[in-house]
């Protein structure tokens, strides 16, 4: 797929095949797109964790306040920031970068699902400590979004999104646009 029909193809998916799992070819696939993401100072300050057994993947759910479409889903890819990667460089940053730097990779890894034609949602709303618990995350590291994968079994048309104008600004900011969204 070109790029510009990747990113139009890319709509939040929940509802998958069930039962349909993801190829490993495919999942190498997305997390070596992921790897290939930027990061501040290249340090790469978070970690991947992959979910496929059926009882974790509730787990997750459930820390994610019952979205239980996601238990459906071939993998669930959770993005951990690591603080303490980046701290020693960055110190009062490291937090913000750690954060930006899963962020990134989350995001590739919704494209990169998307061009292997499946779909993903992404999962921001959760208990925090809860999801920390169910994917063994310590202190100095927090989970950030949990991506679900799998085959698709709807398709979504496009969501509105806010006019060009309203979100990108000549030089300088002046206040939020809230005009289309
Ligand atoms: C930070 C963030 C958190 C989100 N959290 C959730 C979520 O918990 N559950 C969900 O179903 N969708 C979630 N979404 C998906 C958005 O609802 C979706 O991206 C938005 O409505 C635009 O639709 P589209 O992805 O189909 O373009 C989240 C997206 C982002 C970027």
Request: glycine share 10%; with cysteine.
């Amino acid at each position: 797929m070109d790029f510009f029909e990747t990113l139009k193809a890319r709509h939040s998916i929940r509802k998958y095949v069930e039962g349909a799992k993801v190829e490993e070819s495919a999942l190498t696939a997305i997390l070596e797109a992921c790897n290939a993401a930027p990061s501040a100072g290249n340090l790469q300050g978070y970690r991947i964790i992959v979910v496929r057994s059926d009882d974790q993947k509730s787990a997750v759910a459930e820390a994610a306040y019952g979205q239980t479409f996601i238990t459906n889903a071939g993998v669930l890819l959770a993005f951990v920031a690591d603080f303490s990667v980046s701290a020693e460089r960055y110190g009062d940053r490291a937090q913000l970068y750690a954060i930006q730097d899963a962020s990134i990779a989350a995001t590739v890894a919704c494209y990169a699902a998307t061009d292997l034609g499946l779909g993903t949602c992404w999962i921001g709303a959760f208990d925090d400590d809860q999801m920390a618990k169910v994917l063994g995350v310590p202190e100095g590291s927090r989970p950030v979004a949990v991506i679900a994968v799998g085959k698709p079994d709807q398709s979504p048309s496009g969501r509105s999104r806010r006019p060009l104008d309203d979100i990108a600004r000549e030089g300088k900011y002046d206040g939020p646009g809230f005009g289309g969204a």
